[in-house]
């Protein structure tokens, strides 16, 4: 029995540029107002709901980004790491 990590790296990084492309074609498209002439509190709150909306998007999309820069250094250090061991344990 194996207690073997096994990564495979290009498949990682694919699913990463995968992700990257997916996050980078999300766009709101809430109109960025609704209210025109129109007086009545009820387009007041569903622009203030877009508004919010919006902004949770684009929280969203900078979040997703982070994590998939951290997610492809933490495959490089594992893949880095593996290495190293490899080469170790050559010398043994």
Do not use: C, F, W
Not at 34 to 50: A, D, F, P
Not at 86 to 91: C, E, F
Request: proline share 1%.
């Amino acid at each position: 029995m194996s207690k073997e990590i096994k990564i495979d790296a290009s498949e990682a990084k694919k699913a990463l540029k995968h992700a990257k492309q997916a996050g980078a074609h999300v766009h709101s498209t809430l109109p960025k107002t609704i209210k025109g002439t129109n007086e009545l509190s009820t387009t007041e709150q569903i622009e203030k709901i877009n508004q919010q909306l919006n902004k949770l998007t684009t929280s969203y999309i900078e979040i997703l980004q982070k994590q998939l820069v951290q997610t492809e250094q933490a495959v490089s250090t594992m893949v880095e790491t593996d290495k190293a061991l490899a080469s170790s344990h050559k010398r043994k």
